[in-house]
Structure formats: structure tokens, C-alpha cells
T-cell receptor, first 115, second 112 residues
């Protein structure tokens, strides 16, 4: 069966510090990978998605970046955090099957607080 | 641009009631619609996926319907229980890419 891991689970960082959040998926090959952010009082916002190693698409311009160094590893980074980067970060995966079938599955999330 | 709306934003019901959560979307050109459950401080759990060619999907006490032409989906929860208390999110996948567009969610509380 497939599982998705995210770490750390919680993180408190000062403004201006760097960020690295990691997501790994087990039990599947060549998944589509996604980073979402859920801010207080706001819905889920897609930040980045990737259909393969080194292939990253950004949905929202901001001071965050994403990388996919391995097939089942997705990393969210920032060089300098802003207060507005606080939120709940969720990683998700899916595989594209015949007939347009594509179900997304989410990880447990990382709670980031920028002070 | 696809927009997804969920009404009501919050709902409180006594245990045992049957209830309906609503989801509407503006662009009917979708591949599928997915319903999720989110407990406080947790990730999303996929409940049901309805392909665009399907009218409904069932899992246990949950039944989700899809009327693509009118841009609506409903999630029906039968015989609600306190353990059903959570935020329920619907999301649609458009025909351009694999991305989901989410609604704002319905926060459900089932009181014993």
C-alpha cells in the first residue's frame, strides 16, 4: 500500500530564516506530487506540482520554491521566511490512470509558525 | 477560472440525523470531483471520488452525487455520529492538468 510522509510535523521559525520541508511517498512509482498551503481562515491553495523528477510548476508567485531530487521526494524551500508564510503545509500525491482517473492523497501536514 | 463554493460553512446537528452537504462549481468541464474529510490539525482523508461520467458514489454511510451540467455535488451522510464531526471539503479536477480546485469547506459538528 502507498504511504506519504511529511516532516517535520511542526516548526517555529523566525522571520528571515530559511525553510526546508520534506515529503516522501512510498509504494508507488512516478507519482504526481503537490504542495498546498492552508492558512487560517483561507482555503487550500496549490503552491507547486510536479509530474516528474526536476519538473516543477509554480501556481503562485512568492518567496517559496520546490524541488524534486528523486522520484518520490518533494521538497519545499525558502531562503527567507516572511510572517505571511505561516500556515499548514500539505503534500499530496496522485497517479494518472486510464480514463482520466486521478485521485489525490494527502500527507499529515506540517504546521509552520513564523515569528 | 474555476471557483468552488460550499454551503453551509458550518453545520451543527444532533446525533442520528441524516444530512446533506452542498458543493457547487462554476466550470462544468471537469474530470472528476473528490470529497475529503479533515480533522483539526490533520491532513485530508479522501472519502469519495466521482468521475465526470458517473452520477454517484457510495461508501458506507456516505453517498456523493454529481450533476455536472448544473455544477453541483452533494455529500449525503446517513445516521450521523459524533465521530463524523470534522471539516468536509470538495474539490474538482479540471480538464487542464492534474490540479484540484478546493471549496472553503463545511465544518460539521454532530452533537451526542
Amino acid at each position: 500500500s502507498q504511504t506519504i510522509h511529511q516532516w517535520p510535523a511542526t516548526l517555529v521559525q523566525p522571520v528571515g530564516s530559511p525553510l526546508s520541508l520534506e515529503c516522501t511517498v512510498e509504494g508507488t512509482s512516478n507519482p504526481n506530487l503537490y504542495w498546498y498551503r492552508q492558512a487560517a481562515g483561507r482555503g487550500l491553495q496549490l503552491l507547486f506540482y510536479s509530474v516528474g523528477i526536476g519538473q516543477i510548476s509554480s501556481e503562485v508567485p512568492q518567496n517559496l520554491s520546490a524541488s524534486r531530487p528523486q522520484d518520490r521526494q518533494f521538497i519545499l524551500s525558502s531562503k527567507k521566511l516572511l510572517l505571511s508564510d505561516s500556515g499548514f503545509y500539505l503534500c499530496a500525491w496522485s497517479v494518472s490512470l486510464s480514463g482520466g482517473y486521478n485521485e489525490q492523497f494527502f500527507g499529515p501536514g506540517t504546521r509552520l509558525t513564523v515569528l | 477560472k474555476q471557483e468552488v463554493t460550499q454551503i453551509p460553512a458550518a453545520l451543527s446537528v444532533p446525533e442520528g440525523e441524516n444530512l446533506v452537504l452542498n458543493c457547487s462549481f462554476t466550470d462544468s468541464a471537469i474530470y472528476n470531483l473528490q470529497w475529503f474529510r479533515q480533522d483539526p490539525g490533520k491532513g485530508l482523508t479522501s472519502l469519495l471520488l466521482i468521475q465526470s461520467s458517473q452520477r454517484e458514489q457510495t461508501s458506507g454511510r456516505l453517498n456523493a452525487s454529481l450533476d455536472k451540467s448544473s455544477g453541483r455535488s452533494t455529500l449525503y451522510i446517513a445516521a450521523s455520529q459524533p465521530g463524523d464531526s470534522a471539516t468536509y471539503l470538495c474539490a474538482v479536477r479540471g480538464r487542464a492538468g492534474n490540479m484540484l480546485t478546493f471549496g472553503g469547506g463545511t465544518r460539521l459538528m454532530v452533537k451526542p
